[in-house]
């Protein structure tokens, strides 16, 4: 934790690298329980992004230190308000609009917990079946789809554009689909050949992954693609949870069947409003990476320092970001269900 402590100072200061070669040897047998093994995890893959990208993308490790394979409050309590009881455990250089980043990002989760619960009544109410119970779940779930929406919004008051762009996205970036590291990394004791992994991805969250099985959404066979392997970098439960979804009674199926019309109409309800976050999620694209990027390009232009180039239009988990979010979009509206007869 000492090193996870300090890694905003150590990478700004290039003295990461040599701070991780010297740490001894971890024995992942010492930590007890789920939560310290959690943490575990976020404090060595936290190191991780930091020991690759200290030097920016022209110079990334290939290499990993074979420690880092084995094997915290430190928040600038300044401008920005969240709840007291949230904060980050580890930061990288990019400032408040970082720690934005991350507690903005927590606080989309959270707002979707209603909607994993409605989403559970409403699979019950298909079993028993519950016209009744059903609509009230739709309802709801709309309604929950709309929070993470407003949610989302806080991002703009928090994060700066041009920091996301210039800092923060190298160490949200992993050696898959990343031309900074086409080979991919050597994890020492591991393995001799490259692997490849994804950076940081909103794809990675379980949330409208379950939304998407139980509305019955199809995307594209590229989209899904890159979805399904997203699911890879889920917790092993929530995986579980999401296939169990697929596997469940077709709503569609049930409301088309059942010729009732309120529930088609909710149903639809909460497509629109999935649409309308995704709609809402290229906004912040277009504005966080899109237009950050034209406007590093233009001061590259005029010879002024740039920011990292390798992924100037992908998302942090390397697809075409842009063509990628239109096209779950797309779906997601084509969707819509009409009435039978």
């Known amino acids: 934790m000492?090193?996870?402590?300090?890694?905003?100072?150590?990478?700004?200061?290039?003295?990461?690298?040599?701070?991780?070669?010297?740490?001894?040897?971890?024995?992942?047998?010492?930590?007890?329980?789920?939560?310290?093994?959690?943490?575990?995890?976020?404090?060595?893959?936290?190191?991780?992004?930091?020991?690759?990208?200290?030097?920016?993308?022209?110079?990334?490790?290939?290499?990993?230190?074979?420690?880092?394979?084995?094997?915290?409050?430190?928040?600038?309590?300044?401008?920005?308000?969240?709840?007291?009881?949230?904060?980050?455990?580890?930061?990288?250089?990019?400032?408040?609009?970082?720690?934005?980043?991350?507690?903005?990002?927590?606080?989309?989760?959270?707002?979707?917990?209603?909607?994993?619960?409605?989403?559970?009544?409403?699979?019950?109410?298909?079993l028993q079946p519950s016209q009744d119970a059903l609509l009230k779940a739709l309802q709801q779930l709309k309604l929950c789809i709309q929070d993470i929406t407003r949610t989302l919004g806080q991002m703009h008051d928090y994060v700066d554009p041009d920091i996301f762009y210039a800092v923060i996205r190298i160490f949200l970036s992993g050696w898959k689909d990343n031309p900074a590291m086409p080979r991919g990394l050597i994890y020492e004791g591991i393995s001799k050949e490259p692997l490849k992994y994804s950076g940081g991805s909103a794809a990675q969250s379980s949330v409208l992954h379950a939304f998407d099985e139980f509305l019955g959404i199809r995307h594209s066979k590229e989209s899904a693609d890159f979805?399904?392997?997203?699911?890879?970098?889920?917790?092993?439960?929530?995986?579980?949870?999401?296939?169990?979804?697929?596997?469940?009674?077709?709503?569609?199926?049930?409301?088309?069947?059942?010729?009732?019309?309120?529930?088609?109409?909710?149903y639809n309800q909460c497509l629109e409003a999935l649409a309308e976050l995704r709609s809402y999620h290229i906004t912040m694209v277009t504005r966080y990476l899109i237009t950050a990027a034209a406007r590093a390009r233009s001061r590259r232009l005029n010879h002024l320092p740039g920011p990292p180039q390798a992924l100037e239009d992908r998302g942090t988990g390397g697809t075409a970001a842009l063509s990628f979010l239109k096209n779950v979009r797309d779906k997601t509206l084509e969707a819509t269900l009409h009435p039978r007869g």
Not at 8 to 28: D, G, T, Y
Not at 74 to 98: M, Q
Not at 231 to 250: G, N, V
């Open 227 to 266: 979805l399904y392997r997203m699911r890879d970098y889920m917790p092993p439960s929530h995986k579980a949870f999401i296939e169990e979804i697929h596997a469940a009674p077709s709503l569609r199926d049930f409301i088309l069947s059942s010729g009732h019309g309120h529930c088609l109409t909710a």
């Open 2 to 126: 000492e090193i996870a402590k300090k890694l905003p100072h150590l990478i700004e200061s290039h003295q990461l690298r040599a701070h991780v070669n010297k740490m001894p040897l971890l024995n992942c047998q010492f930590l007890k329980g789920y939560r310290e093994q959690r943490l575990a995890h976020l404090v060595l893959s936290s190191i991780t992004m930091g020991y690759v990208w200290q030097e920016g993308e022209t110079q990334p490790i290939e290499c990993d230190n074979e420690y880092l394979q084995h094997s915290v409050l430190p928040s600038n309590h300044v401008t920005i308000f969240f709840p007291s009881n949230l904060d980050t455990i580890i930061l990288f250089p990019g400032g408040e609009s970082l720690r934005g980043f991350i507690l903005v990002t927590v606080l989309v989760e959270k707002a979707a917990v209603p909607g994993i619960k409605a989403l559970v009544q409403a699979m019950h109410a298909v």
